[in-house]
């Protein structure tokens, strides 16, 4: 017996509802190794277009792993916080109070972990900010910027702080020039 695991369907840029030439692609529509369990794991956009497909739809079965369940999420975050239950607390609160968080961050472990991160380490005007963000490319703007100037308060002295926030800018530049197209195709 045979298990097959593809891992991040959601990266691989084939059609399954085409007839292709790719054996990966015929062993995912069932044509080919029939005898084998197929495993695939992918983000739900992509299990959406197969559920879409009536002829993909009955060879599949789908499990859905959604993340944190909320007392999962509090006990990560207490834990996270042992020694600074009110930081908990706070966090646990936003959470319940943001739509944008709780949808698009609590769901993801590392978010949490980097939401953890940016709440132990800002001051209370920051937090203030955070509470008022109402998209999800605002509040992960604002996980970017701390990672940088904390990454920034780690390694650098004084006078290269600025070149360096340059430098580390142009590489997320050039990391955004190539996922972009990636994104607007579908692909990661």
């Known amino acids: 017996k045979v298990l097959l695991i593809f891992d991040g369907l959601d990266e691989f840029p084939h059609d399954l509802s085409k007839q292709e030439p790719s054996e990966i692609v015929q062993i995912l529509r069932g044509d080919l190794y029939k005898s084998c369990r197929v495993l695939v794991t992918t983000r739900p ?73 940016l709440w132990r380490e800002c001051e209370k005007e920051k937090r203030s900010i955070i509470y008022r963000l109402k998209t999800f490319s605002q509040l992960f703007g604002q996980i970017v910027t701390f990672l940088k100037d904390h990454y920034l308060s780690k390694y650098s002295t004084p006078n290269e702080t600025s070149t360096l926030y340059e430098d580390i800018n142009e590489h997320l530049s050039k990391i955004g020039r190539i996922a972009l197209p990636g994104l607007f195709e579908k692909r990661l």
């Open 45 to 117: 956009w992509r299990a959406d277009q197969i559920r879409g497909n009536a002829s993909l739809k009955v060879i599949f079965t789908f499990i859905a792993i959604e993340g944190f369940s909320e007392s999962n999420l509090s006990a990560y975050i207490n834990k996270f916080f042992a020694t600074e239950p009110e930081k908990a607390d706070e966090l646990v609160k936003l959470i319940k109070c943001s739509e944008v968080i709780r949808e698009n961050i609590s769901r993801i472990p590392i978010y949490v972990a980097m939401l953890c991160i």
